[in-house]
């Protein structure tokens, strides 16, 4: 069993910068593939950011792409979210998760491991 934990989130004015982390616990960190994804009020959870295992591939979604960077630890079990230029619209509960398998997804349902989430306000 894996567990994930978030943690950074907050509340933060439009084109600020927020940093989430999540740390792992439970199974060897560096042989997850690890992700983000969020889920905004009314809205389907959505994939935020991947990295693989070790780091040579990260995928992200275009409405984050060239803000966002996803990035891990293996010594520190530890995946991280950089997320600047932020706007209202990244408002959401962020989630990491985690993927036994060694491909690299986009899609939640590939997941294993979920965290509780971690709640990011970005106020206009």
């Known amino acids: 069993q894996v567990q994930l934990e978030e943690s950074g989130g907050g509340l933060v004015q439009a084109g600020g910068s927020r940093r989430l982390s999540c740390a792992a616990s439970g199974r060897t960190f560096s042989s997850l593939v690890m992700g983000w994804f969020r889920q905004a009020p009314g809205k389907e959870r959505e994939f935020v950011a991947a990295?693989?295992?070790?780091?040579?591939?990260?995928y992200y979604a275009d409405s984050v792409k060239g803000r966002f960077t996803i990035s891990r630890d293996n010594a520190k079990s530890t995946v991280y979210l950089q997320m600047n230029s932020l706007k209202p619209e990244d408002t959401a509960v962020y989630y990491c998760?985690?993927?036994?398998?060694?491909?690299?997804?986009?899609?939640?349902?590939?997941?294993?491991?979920w965290g509780q989430g971690t709640q990011v306000t970005v106020s206009s």
């Open positions: 990295v693989s295992r070790g780091s040579w591939v990260t």
């Open positions: 998760a985690g993927r036994q398998e060694r491909v690299t997804s986009i899609h939640g349902d590939e997941y294993d491991y």
